[in-house]
Nanobody, 115 residues
Framework: QVHLVESGGGLVQAGGSMRLSCVAS????????RGWYRQAPGKRRELVAT???????NYVDSVKGRFTISTDNAKNTVYLQMNSLKPEDTGVYYC?????????WGQGTQVTVSS
């Protein structure tokens, strides 16, 4: 079992920056991919960024060049640095960890970007 706790959401003006953090605990040795998803009101949850155990990253096109995913393995933490935020980045951001057998999700943190 893996437990994920996110932090760092809130309200920011367009053009601003914000960093999300997600601390993992439990059987983290089983995890090979970590990442962030988001869900805007009335829309489906979508992938934002992922990072593998080998530090290979993947981003949705809409955030490339603005968002950066990184990990601190000593702290069992994955970060999402979000710069040049836009109103369309508004949503609930969910931390993800998983392997071939199972997915784990955090409780979500609200990010609101005002225009």
């Amino acid at each position: 079992q893996v437990h994920l706790v996110e932090s760092g959401g809130g309200l920011v003006q367009a053009g601003g920056s914000m960093r999300l953090s997600c601390v993992a605990s439990g059987s983290i040795f089983t995890i090979n991919t970590r990442g962030w998803y988001r869900q805007a009101p009335g829309k489906r949850r979508e992938l934002v960024a992922t990072i593998t155990r080998g530090d290979s990253t993947n981003y949705v096109d809409s955030v490339k060049g603005r968002f950066t995913i990184s990990t601190d393995n000593a702290k069992n933490t994955v970060y999402l640095q979000m710069n040049s935020l836009k109103p369309e980045d508004t949503g609930v951001y969910y931390c993800y960890s998983g392997n071939d057998l199972r997915d784990y999700w955090g409780q979500g943190t609200q990010v609101t970007v005002s225009s």
